[in-house]
């Protein structure tokens, strides 16, 4: 009998790079959402050490210096909130990546299965035919 032949294997291959590429662009999503994480965190941190640096001095300022920090402030605030919306943006982009990395893998996994399954038959096939002659010897 011949040997196993899967003819949708040009098609699984194509699956294969397909999944690669959303894995990449999964793994480009993360780190853009890793970094607006970061970037959100050190803002953050930069408006509580102002906050507490005016907290700490209040009495000691000046007019001038008290209201140039509270204008820091409202700068810090309103950067906050941009950052958050770009975080927003890209753990929305991160869950799209994610779904069509998934239905990537989906699509890999049920042309291996197929695969598998008519190895396994033609497998079963070729045993069948190996036993069906060694009995025709028999007779012989």
Avoid: W
Avoid at 23 to 46: F, I, N, P, W
């Amino acid at each position: 009998m011949t040997a196993f032949r899967f003819f949708l294997d040009p098609v699984l291959r194509h699956r294969e790079r397909i999944e690669r590429v959303r894995a990449a662009e999964h793994a480009h999503k993360v780190a853009d959402q890793r970094e607006s994480q970061r970037v959100l965190d050190c803002l953050t941190a930069s408006r509580e050490a102002a906050r507490t640096a005016l907290l700490g001095g209040q009495g000691k300022l000046e007019a001038i210096s008290l209201r140039a920090t509270y204008t820091y402030l409202d700068y810090l605030d309103r950067v906050i909130v941009a950052a958050r919306q770009r975080l927003d943006a890209c753990a929305a982009g991160t869950d799209a990546s994610r779904h069509h990395l998934g239905a990537a893998v989906r699509a890999r996994k049920a042309l291996e299965t197929l695969k598998e399954r008519r190895r396994e038959a033609h497998d079963l096939e070729a045993a069948l035919a190996e036993q069906r002659d060694l009995d025709e010897f028999n007779k012989v």
